[in-house]
């Protein structure tokens, strides 16, 4: 499949100072929990293998320095994350926490998340999506690199398994207008909420978060679930 989606990227690659930790982590934890990214889909029993045991699949792009990824994880252990990010630092920070906390039930790539929804994950795969706090691009000019646009959309509903929920958080006003606008127009998604939702339980407020908070800054959480298809009234004989 190649849908057009990537004439413009919605990141930066940037030389972040990668420490002696994440660096040590990146060495020996990459081959425990790092998946390569590998251009066919995987089958339900290659998810399976992958995480050594048959469980939700909720995938995270942009997860940051991994702290809300590893929380939640902890939170829901009967589910697997499979979480993505382009970063080193960060992906080191993630794999070193993943081994501090003990927890199993996360796997961490690099690559660019289009490509991954594209070639290899399968149609109605995913139990969910998180993407927190994405770069907003905050000058008009740039609005186009922003992440969450229609095609991009509704590629990841088609991942989605039906009673799957995208789930999307941001702390620009502007941004979760548009987000809201665009999850609005995509036919298999609808909102569960009256316009934007109550912050669930799983997503923990993170430190930047609690701080803009205090200081008057809003944050908005959307979280849409794909609908059933309906189903097809047989065809009536001639």
Do not use: C
């Amino acid at each position: 499949m190649n849908s057009g989606l990537r004439p413009i990227r919605s990141y930066v690659l940037r030389q972040g100072r990668v420490s002696p930790a994440q660096q040590r982590a990146l060495d020996h934890l990459w081959p425990v929990w790092g998946v390569p990214f590998a251009p066919a889909a995987l089958t339900p029993a290659g998810w399976t293998a992958l995480f050594g045991r048959e469980a939700p699949l909720v995938l995270e792009i942009g997860f940051g320095m991994g702290e809300t990824t590893v929380a939640i994880a902890r939170q829901l252990p009967q589910v697997n994350f499979l979480a993505i990010d382009v970063h080193m630092p960060g992906i080191g920070s993630l794999l070193k926490q993943i081994d501090e906390a003990g927890i199993g039930n996360v796997r961490v790539m690099r690559h660019d998340a289009v490509e991954v929804m594209e070639h290899m994950i399968a149609p109605d795969t995913l139990d969910g999506v998180h993407i927190f706090f994405p770069d907003p691009w905050p000058k008009a000019r740039h609005h186009k690199r922003r992440l969450i646009q229609p095609p991009f959309v509704k590629l990841l509903a088609s991942r989605l398994k039906p009673g799957g929920t995208l789930h999307l958080a941001t702390d620009w006003e502007d941004y979760a207008v548009q987000m809201l606008a665009v999850l609005e127009s995509v036919g298999e998604l609808r909102n569960t909420a009256a316009g934007y939702a109550p912050r669930p339980d799983y997503r923990p407020l993170t430190k930047f978060e609690q701080r803009g908070l205090r200081l008057g800054h809003g944050v908005w959480d959307l979280v849409f679930r794909k609908i059933q298809p309906p189903l097809r009234e047989p065809a009536t004989p001639a």
